[in-house]
C-alpha cells in the first residue's frame, strides 16, 4: 500500500495522480448538482485548455533541456497581433505570417543563448519585454477586433460535445511532441542534453543544435497559441504579462518536468494543464472567484518548486539529524 | 606610465566602450531634445528614478546574490501601498514601518525557499507573485484603498530644491551600497551569487546571505510602493505594475553581472538614470507608453548579450 502510494507520487505518474485527485474532489464538492459531469462543463475544460496547454508544452520544453523560456508570453501576444492584423483581408496569410514570427523569434533566442553562451533567463527576458512592446507598438495599446467572426464561431463549435477545431489544434499538438519525444532520436537527445549538457556533447549529441531547436519549436508553438486564441476571440490585446506565465509554468511543472531538466514528458504536461483546468471549472461551480484560482495556482506552483528543489532532501536529513542529537 | 595605459587599454572591453558609447549617444540625443532640460521634465524625471531605484536597489542584491531577479517585485510594490495606506489609521511611522516589514517578510519568504533548498528563484518568485495578486485582489475586492489617516502630506513636498522621494531614494541607495561593501553580510552576499559551493566552504551561511538579499530587495520595494501611494494619495494592486521589469533592466543595463557576485548598488542607480532618460526622452519626442517596452527590451537584449564574455563557461 504504501509502495503504492509512492509509486503513485513518483514523477512520471504525478501528473495523472493529481488529476484523478482533483477531478474527485471537485466531483465530490459538485455531487448532488451535477454540474461538474456535464457535457458543457467538459466542453469548457478543453476550451481552458486550449488555451493555455500549446504554453505549458512550450514552457516544458524549454525546462526539459535545463532552460527557461520566460519569453512566451510575450510571444503569445505579439502572434496573436500580428494575426489578426495580417489576417483582415486572408486569415491564412495571418496564420502564415504569426507562425513565421514564433519561428524567427523563438530560434533568434536560441540563437543568441547558444552562440553566446547566456542564460536563458536573461535572454528570454529581453525576447520578452521586446515582443510584448512590439505587440503594443502595432497595436498601438488598444484591443484590435478581428472580422471573420464566422471564424470564430467554427473554431469554438462543439464537435462530439466535449471538443472544438480549437481544443483538437491543441491536442494534435501535443500528440505530435509525444510522438517526436517517444520515438525519434530527437527526443532521446532533448532529454539527454537536460539531463547532463555536457556528458551528451560528449557522447557526440549536437547539444547546442537541440537547445537551439527547443526554443526555435517554442516560439512556434506560443505563436500557435496566440493564432488560435485570437482567432478563437475574434480579437488581439496585449494580455498581462504574468497571466499567462503563472499557468503556462504551473501547468508543465505539475505535469512532472523536472526545473532540473532531462525529465518530462509531453502527456505529462497535458495532463499537469488539465488539473489547472479542472480546479478552475471545479472552483467556477462553487462559485468561488478567480482570486482563488490564482491562489490555488500559487500555492501548487511553490509546493511543487520546494519539492523538486535539488537540497530539499540534504536539509531535512540535516535537521533530522540536528533533532536527533540535541 | 606604461602599465596604467595598458590597464586602461585592457579594461575598455568592447562592453565597457559599448556602454560608454551608448551613453555618450543617449546624452547627445537627450540634450537635442526639446523640453528635456525644462523644469517640469526635470523633476518628473527625478520622480521616476527615485520610484523605479529603490526597487533597482532590491533588485540589484537578488541579482548579486545569484538568483538573477524576483518576477514578484511589483506586485510586491502594489501589496505594500495598499498596506501603507490601510495602516494610516495607526499614525504615520508605525505605517510605514508595517508596510516596510511586510515587503520585507514576503520577499524573504522567497529567499527562504530559494536559499534553504535551492529551489528555482524565477519559479519561486512567479508563484509568489500569482499568490500576492490572488490574495490581494480577494482582500481588496480590486478595490483601491483610500489613506486610513493623513500626515504623508510632506512627502509631497521638496526639501532644498529636490522631490522628498528622491533623497530617500538617495538615503536607501547609499545604505544599500554601504551594506554591500562594508558588512559582513554584504560580503557574504557577493560571494554567494559569485560561486555558492565555495562561499560554503569558507564559512558563509549561504542560506541567510539569500534571505537577506531578498528581505532587502522586499523592503527596498515597499519604499518604493509608501512613497508611490503618498505621491498618488491611495493604494492600488496596478501601482506597482512593470516595475519589476523596469528594475531588472536597470540593473542589467548599470553593469550588474546577471550570473551574479559582482556588481553594485551605484551600478544600478546609474542603470535607472539610463532607463528612465531614455522613457522621458521617447516620451518628449511623440513615442507613446507602447514604445518603451519594446526600447527597454531591446535594449535590455543588447546589454544581457553584451555580458556574454563574462558568461562563457
Known amino acids: 500500500m504504501m509502495a503504492l502510494c509512492r509509486n503513485a507520487f513518483a514523477r512520471d505518474l504525478r501528473p495523472y495522480t493529481l488529476l484523478g485527485i482533483v477531478i474527485v474532489i471537485v466531483g465530490v464538492i ?3 448538482t451535477g454540474f461538474f459531469f456535464r457535457g458543457a462543463t467538459l466542453f469548457s475544460i478543453m476550451q481552458i485548455f486550449a488555451t493555455y496547454g500549446l504554453v505549458s508544452l512550450a514552457v516544458g520544453l524549454s525546462l526539459l533541456v535545463r532552460e527557461f523560456d520566460i519569453s512566451v508570453a510575450g510571444m503569445v501576444s505579439l502572434a496573436g497581433a500580428v494575426a489578426v ?8 496569410l495571418g496564420v502564415g505570417l504569426a507562425l513565421l514570427v514564433g519561428l524567427v523569434g523563438g530560434a533568434a533566442q536560441g540563437l543568441i543563448i547558444t552562440r553566446l553562451g547566456l542564460g536563458s533567463v536573461g535572454v528570454t527576458l529581453g525576447g520578452l519585454l521586446s515582443f510584448q512592446g512590439l505587440t503594443y507598438v502595432l497595436t498601438g495599446n488598444q484591443s484590435i477586433s478581428f472580422d471573420h467572426v464566422e471564424l470564430a464561431l467554427a473554431l469554438n463549435a462543439p464537435i462530439g460535445v466535449v471538443l472544438s477545431v480549437r481544443s483538437m489544434i491543441v491536442i494534435a499538438a501535443f500528440v505530435l511532441a509525444a510522438v517526436v519525444m517517444q520515438f525519434s532520436r530527437v527526443g532521446r537527445d532533448i532529454l539527454a542534453t537536460g539531463g547532463d549538457r555536457r556528458a551528451s556533447t560528449m557522447a557526440g549529441v549536437n ?20 493564432v488560435v486564441l485570437s482567432y478563437g476571440l475574434a480579437a488581439a490585446s496585449p494580455a498581462a504579462l ?13 505535469g512532472g518536468v523536472s526545473v532540473v531538466g532531462g525529465r518530462g514528458r509531453p502527456a505529462g504536461i497535458a495532463a499537469g494543464v488539465l488539473v489547472l483546468c ?16 490564482d491562489i490555488a495556482t500559487g500555492l501548487v506552483l511553490l509546493l511543487i518548486a520546494v519539492l523538486d528543489a535539488p537540497e530539499l532532501a540534504r536539509r531535512l536529513t540535516e535537521w533530522r539529524l540536528h533533532r536527533r542529537g540535541a | 606610465m606604461t602599465g596604467a595605459l595598458l590597464r586602461v587599454t585592457r579594461a575598455a572591453s568592447p562592453a565597457l566602450l559599448l556602454r560608454g558609447g551608448g551613453g555618450g549617444a543617449l ?4 540634450l537635442l531634445t526639446p523640453g528635456f532640460l525644462s523644469r517640469l521634465s526635470l523633476l518628473s524625471m527625478l520622480s521616476a528614478i527615485s520610484f523605479v531605484g529603490c526597487v533597482t536597489v532590491g533588485m540589484g542584491f537578488i541579482t548579486i546574490s545569484g538568483n538573477i531577479m524576483s518576477l514578484a517585485l511589483g506586485a510586491t510594490v502594489s501589496a505594500a501601498s495598499v498596506v501603507f495606506m490601510a495602516s494610516l489609521g495607526a499614525g504615520l511611522v508605525p505605517a510605514v514601518l508595517i508596510a516596510l516589514l511586510f515587503g520585507a517578510a514576503i520577499t524573504a519568504a522567497q529567499g527562504v525557499v530559494v536559499g534553504y533548498f535551492r529551489a528555482n528563484a524565477i519559479l519561486v518568485s512567479i ?12 482582500l481588496t475586492g480590486g478595490e483601491r484603498i483610500y489613506p486610513g489617516g493623513d500626515g504623508f502630506a510632506f512627502f509631497k513636498g521638496r526639501i532644498w530644491m529636490l522631490p522628498f522621494e528622491t533623497w530617500l531614494f538617495a538615503g536607501c541607495a547609499l545604505a544599500g551600497q554601504a551594506i554591500l561593501s562594508f558588512t559582513r553580510i554584504g560580503r557574504d552576499i557577493i560571494m554567494t551569487g559569485s560561486n555558492r559551493e565555495a562561499a560554503r566552504t569558507v564559512g558563509v551561511d549561504v542560506p541567510i546571505a539569500v534571505i537577506a538579499a531578498y528581505a532587502i530587495a522586499g523592503a527596498t520595494s ?17 501601482i506597482g505594475g512593470g516595475y519589476e521589469y523596469r528594475a531588472i533592466a536597470a540593473v542589467l543595463v548599470g553593469g550588474i553581472a546577471i550570473r551574479g557576485g559582482a556588481g553594485s548598488v551605484l551600478r544600478g542607480c546609474a542603470g535607472v538614470v539610463v532607463i528612465t532618460v531614455i522613457e522621458m526622452v521617447l516620451r518628449l519626442r511623440g513615442y507613446g507608453e507602447e514604445w518603451q517596452y519594446l526600447i527597454t527590451g531591446l535594449v535590455l537584449l543588447g546589454v544581457v548579450m553584451a555580458q556574454s564574455e563574462g558568461t562563457r563557461r
Open chain 1, 85 to 92: 492584423l495580417a489576417g483582415a483581408r486572408d486569415p491564412w
Open chain 1, 242 to 254: 504574468s497571466d499567462v506565465l503563472a499557468p503556462a509554468a504551473a501547468g508543465a511543472i505539475i
Open chain 2, 27 to 30: 546624452l547627445i540625443w537627450a
Open chain 1, 207 to 226: 547539444t547546442g543544435g537541440i537547445v537551439f531547436g527547443v526554443f526555435a519549436a517554442s516560439g512556434l508553438l506560443c505563436a500557435l497559441s496566440g
Open chain 2, 222 to 238: 515597499a519604499l518604493a510602493g509608501i512613497l508611490l501611494a503618498a505621491r498618488y494619495g491611495s493604494g492600488d494592486m496596478d
Open chain 2, 127 to 138: 508563484a509568489a507573485l500569482t499568490l500576492i495578486l490572488g490574495i490581494a485582489a480577494h
Open chain 1, 278 to 293: 479542472v480546479l478552475r471549472s471545479g472552483l467556477n461551480a462553487a462559485g468561488a472567484s478567480a482570486d482563488m484560482l
Open chain 1, 30 to 32: 459538485d455531487h448532488g
